[in-house]
């Protein structure tokens, strides 16, 4: 299986720095993905990983270590238009298995 | 393109009533992909195409949900003797086949499923 665990909630002030951790089970591993929902709305992919490191685009960042099984993704310069649950995904062949979302709260 | 759309956005059936959802994926996309998510969860995979054929269907798929893509294109999803546990956010999603890079998946806006 590939068991995908994420905080439940994380606060945050505008124009600030978060990290979003996400750990899964490295069992038939494709790659990391990370989507963004809206309450109420589709998720929209952000950003994924194959291999380790960091990937950047624009404000968001995500990160990847395989043999932990870890990700994290970073957002920074925070806008109240980021408070959103945060989806990690682990991809396996073809289909994805999704955690149960961070939802993240951007406080004035 | 406008993206994936789905239709209706929102289903109100009773108990034990058949319901059935539609899905049109970005034209040039291959594969299509069903998932249910309730409150407070992520995405739950359902199954999903390649073209026309059915690739993978999650266990927990009971045996009254069945889906289709007869043409390749759209696919329909069918709920049969609906119950209170399937109201829930049924979402499509599509995506080129190939490398990973390929197989990012976008999604619709879902239909809300509400059974009374």
């Known amino acids: 299986g590939q068991n995908i665990d994420q905080p439940t909630e994380m606060t945050a002030t505008e124009g600030a720095i978060v990290q979003i951790n996400c750990t899964y089970q490295?069992?038939?591993?494709?790659?990391l993905f990370w989507y963004q929902q809206h309450a109420g709305e589709a998720p929209t992919f952000l950003s994924y990983n194959v291999l380790d490191g960091l990937e950047e685009k624009g404000r968001f960042s995500s990160f990847l270590s395989r043999s932990k099984g870890y990700s994290y993704l970073l957002l920074k310069e925070l806008q109240m238009k980021d408070s959103a649950s945060y989806l990690c995904a682990s991809s396996g062949y073809s289909t994805l298995t999704f955690g149960k979302g961070t939802m993240l709260l951007v406080s004035p | 393109d406008t993206g994936v759309s789905q239709n209706p956005r929102h289903k109100i059936t009773k108990r034990g009533q058949n319901v059935t959802f539609r899905c049109d994926p970005i034209s040039e996309h291959n594969r299509l992909y069903w998932y249910r998510q309730t409150l407070g969860q992520g995405p739950e995979f359902l199954t999903y195409?390649?073209?026309?054929?059915?690739?993978?269907k999650s266990r927990l798929l009971s045996d009254r949900f069945s889906a289709e893509r007869p043409k390749g294109s759209f696919s329909t999803l069918e709920i049969q003797r609906t119950e209170q546990g399937d109201s829930a956010m049924y979402l499509c999603?599509?995506?080129?086949?190939?490398?990973?890079?390929?197989?990012?998946?976008?999604f619709g806006a879902g239909t809300r499923l509400s059974v009374l």
């Open positions: 999603a599509s995506s080129l086949a190939g490398g990973l890079a390929k197989n990012i998946q976008y």
């Open positions: 490295t069992s038939g591993f494709n790659g």
């Open positions: 195409f390649q073209n026309e054929a059915q690739l993978e």
